[in-house]
Each structure stands twice: as C-alpha cells, then as structure tokens.
C-alpha cells in the first residue's frame, strides 16, 4: 500500500525525549543501531535533542557532538561518553527483564549517554559549568577515535578542571588508568642441523634470563591520590623455531608492561630497557596511563556527592585522552563491564538511576 | 614417422653395463629417473643385472632387490644402498665437468649403487660371503622406507655379521649413528586481561627453568669402539601466547635429544624425563642409535681394508635399522653429503673409484 504522506523513514532524524526516565531513554537510545562507523544517525537525534535546550551551546564535528553552558562558574566538568557500539550480535531491539535492560551497548554505553542526555535537560543551572561530549568510534582502532579527533582539532572544546567518563563501572569511581606498553625483545643465533647442536647457537635457550626476568619481577603498587595501582611485566607471546630437526637462530618474547599514572611513557620504556638490560628491545606500542586527579576541588566534591569509594582503574580508557590535554578524569557510569561485548549485554535499571542520581547530587549541591 | 620395429619404450627395461667403470655407471642409473614411489624400472634394471650374475641368488620385493653370495664363508656382511631419489630439480641427464658428475642422485646415492653393482659383477669370490640389498623409499616418511620392510617381512635375507651402507661419507668411514628423541613439554597457568595479571597465573613465565635447564646442559662425548660421539639436547620451538593483552595460560617448548648409541631410547627417555623433573614431558617420536660395532672381526677388517680413521656419524641414518636387528653397521659411500638434496648434487668420479678400490681390497684380502 502507497503511503505518500508518511515522512522518508531513512533521512528522518530520530526524536529522543529527554523527559522520560534514564532507562527508557537508554532503550530508545539502544534501538538506533550505532555500530562505530555508522553513528550518522544517533548522533543527528543527540544534536537535535540537544538544539531544543536553551541553556546549551552546540558544536559538531563529524559525528561528534559537544553542548556546554555558559554560566561563568568558576571550574568547568566534562561529562563524556561515546556514541558508538560494537557489532549487534542478534540482541536488538532492546527489552526488559525485571531490573534489566538487554541489549547491544545497553552497558557499553548507552546508558551512559542516556545519563549525560538527563542531566543536560534537566539541570540547567548547574553549580559547575559543564562540557558535554559525545563522541564516534571509541570501539575501534585508536587513530579512527572521535575525541582523539576532537583533542587535536579542537582542544579548546574539552578544555575543563575534571572529567567524568560514564564507561560502565557498576556506578562506582574508578581513578585515572594505568598506561600500557609492549615491546618485542629478541634474541639470536645461528642456524645447524640439531644432530650438530655444536655447530650452532640456539636462540631459544638464550631467552632464559628473559623469562627468569619476567618470572621474578616484583610488581609496584603504588598508591596516588589515596588509589591503589597495580603494575605487571608479563610475557604475552614466545616464539621460536625453524624445524624440528634445526638449531633456531631467533626467540621472539613480546612483553606487555602495564603502569601506574605516576610514570610517564618514557619513564615506562626506560625501566622496560632496565628490567632487560644485555637484551635488544624495540617498543611496539605504548599508551599513557591518566592520574586520577582527586586532589582537585571537583574531584574531591564529586567524590564526596558521589557517595562512593574510589578504587584505581587498571585497564587503559579513554580517559587518557583527558589526562593528556592535562584534565584529571575518572570512569563513572551505569554499565556493568563484565556484559560489555557479550551478547547477553544488559544494564541495571536501577543503577541508571542512580548514577544521574549521584551526578545530579554532585552538579546541585 | 612410424617405427613398427622399434621397442615399446615404456615396457622395456634399461640395460645396465656393469664392466663399465663406477663412474659411466653411475651416469647410467641417475639417468634413470626414480623418485621416491617411482623405483620400479631402475629396481628392474638392477634386478635384470643381477640375475645374469652365475655366482649370485636373487631376490626381489615390491621395489627392493637382494642378491647374494652363498660360498659358506665364516661371516656374511651386507653391502646395501637406496635406489630412490628426492625430486628431481631440473638437474638430469647427468653431466660430467672434470671430475664431477652432477644430476639428481649422483652423490645420495647412486655413486654409491653403483658401486655395489661393480662389486657384484667383479668379486665373484670374495673373502666374506655378501648380501647385497637394493632398496626403495628412504628419502620420504619411515613407514614408506623399502630397509625397513625387508626387515619386517625378510629379516632372514639381512641376516649378517656386518653392514656397509654406502651412503655419502666422502670416502670416510662413519659408525654408527647417534639416536633421536623429540619431546613436548608444557606449562599450563590461568588467563587473565594483562591490566590485571594478578588474576592471572604466566605459563611463559613458568617455562623460565625448562630454558634455564637447557641453556646450562652440558652435552656427554661417551666414546664407543674408538669413535667420540657428541650428544645434544636442544629447544627447537617454544610457542605460547593468546593475544597481546591476554596473560597465556599455555606454553609448550619442543625439545631434541640427540643421543649416542650407548643408550636406548628407553634410556634417552628416562635421561630427559630426569632432566625436566617436575614438568610435564611427552615424547612424541624417537629412534635408537646404531652401535658401530668396530670390535666385530669384520669391521675391523673392513677398517683396515679401507686405510680410513673412522669417525662417530651424528645424523640417524639407516644403519640404525640394521643395529635394530643386532647387526653392527657403518657408512661407507663415494657421495658428498654436503650436496645431497641440491640442485647442484654432484660425486666425484675419483671417489668412486677409490671407494670401489676399498671395498674390492676388503673382501679379496
């Protein structure tokens, strides 16, 4: 049946009303796919939904989209979290089980942007001027990263004293992160027929002191800013071997060094080279950790209205990002990261809840 | 142009002259091309050869052929060789440059075939009765090799009291052969995301003493019948590692034991398992060394005959399956192993004769 009166279903930009509860606007959020690459969409209805608000300013880069206030506070916060999801593994459209909302990006992390999507609408005056960021392709390589893009096009859109990345955390504060590299430590020899051991020099039995090394590393934890962090030195690869009758002339270890916030990537290398000293190290790659930062005025207080204890991040996310423009940053957010990129992806109701809860807490008080 | 007269080429068995020298011979046999699963028509060539001989018995299996002496000397010694090549390398017909002859099969081993046949046509009395063993398949995998099913069908027909391979050697007399043994040892630990290893438990790591162990072994030199054999135990591959944010929870290392005729393999077994005492060891494959047994009054004959100080032979080679059936056995051949398997194999015509010479002196003393 023709339908000459209904709007063109594919250019139509999607209506997001801002005045239901969190977890409905998550799942409305859920059910416009935004697999990294394709969030033209989502990322038109944020910024639609984010025009109709008189007390925001926006700007929009790509499939960026920054709204701020502008009220002559004197610290300013960003509020960040990403568009995109991972590939929809046959749980779309969304649904609800009791507490539970199930779904692809349900906690990684529409129910983030869902949070940062409530406060913008209903908290106009805040205590603090606040930054909100909303940004493409955060599941994908680094150089493809929308705030990458915004902090390099743009950095004077970030500009803030403190940022809260809603990534899933189950609601708690999760300080900083660790900063992560790898290297590849080789070792070599020479090739013979292994009835002729003699002849050659076996490569693999040289990278003996690189595993003793490694297996009497004692790992730091440092503690920064009343968190407790927790390094590691591991070998993640070995590798060696020509045949099973020849000498091996080359062992290739790649080693992952994991690092408090207090090192900076040079720092990091310097002590890799140390640990393996005699040994011929190349850097692969290398990501800075972000400190936490919970000496800062806004840091303290939003720990404070927050109401929870802060706990040292370990894996590297996005919050390096801020740490590198020089703005403290912590993980906030509803998710629950044990379900992130599972196919029984799915989020709290209830912790939607109070997560806009807290952070309404900490931007009114 | 019709030729009714001619012979059906492809039936037709090829001729071999054996009171042409060694060297014309040789040319002869490695223009017959014979790859590995392709002997029968130089295994019948040879078979034809030997039938015209009065003074020899013959025998034939699949593609091996066995002609014997049968004067009731005191010892019997056997003079075996393999009829079959690796894959030809756009290196036939043979040709002759100077002293070379090069072509696929010069030096491993018709050099050395044809040396038993001019043996056999020439000595038709010798000191010792001979077994002459004519063999397929050694060049591919061991349960294709032509020696050993001789020596699982007809171990009566190898029946003697010493044995000649006529392997390359470069004219040298090599004893016996050192055994193999190849084994698997694994580390297991427990996965984990690298950010947090200490949930995790580095199989890598745990191989830190397998290497270690290896890398301070100190290889034994036994000497047996005069002759100083080297062992060897070697890494030849180590692999583990599931990602590279991943803590591995399975390394495995590969290790040789190259070991000398004075243990078994249930002893070289036992001396491995020792040496990685508390980890886990499977032995996937092994094969017993060959005494060279130069105390038997023939070897020793065969020593002096030859006017050569014999050396200890690292590779495993086919004298093993002879020592299997508890005959002493040596290499003895014209061919350069070092260009065995090249395209550019070649034998010296020189070391043909003087191998022959040898070998005539031995068994006419």
Redesign the interface.
Known sequence: MSRPDAPAAESAVPELDLSTTGGQLTARLVDIPSVSGSEQVIADAVEVALRKLPHLTVERDGNAVIARTNLGRAERVVLAGHLDTVPIADNLPSHVEGDLLYGCGTSDMKSGVAVQLRIAATVPEPNRDITFVFYDCEEVEARRNGLGRLAKHHPDWLAADFAVLLEGTNAQVEGGC?G?L?AEIRTTGQRA??????LGD?A?????PI??R??AYE?ERPVIDGLEY?E?L???????????????DE?L??V?F?YAPNRSPEQAEAHVREVFDGFDVVVTDFAAGALPGLSQPAAAAFVEATSTTPTAK???TDVARFSALGIPAVNFGPGDPNYAHKRDEHCSLSAIEETEKRLRAWLQS
Chains 1, 2 share one sequence.
């Not at 027929?193 to 003699?198: E, G, N, V």
């Not at 591991?234 to 091996?248: D, K, L, S």
């Open positions: 660790q992560t790898r027929h292994s009835a002729r051991a003699w076996n693999i039995h040289k990278a003996a595993l003793e490694l297996a790992a927790h590691g591991n070998a993640v690869r070995i590798e060696g071997g020509v045949a099973n009758n020849v000498i091996p062992c270890v790649v992952n994991r370990f894996g590297w």
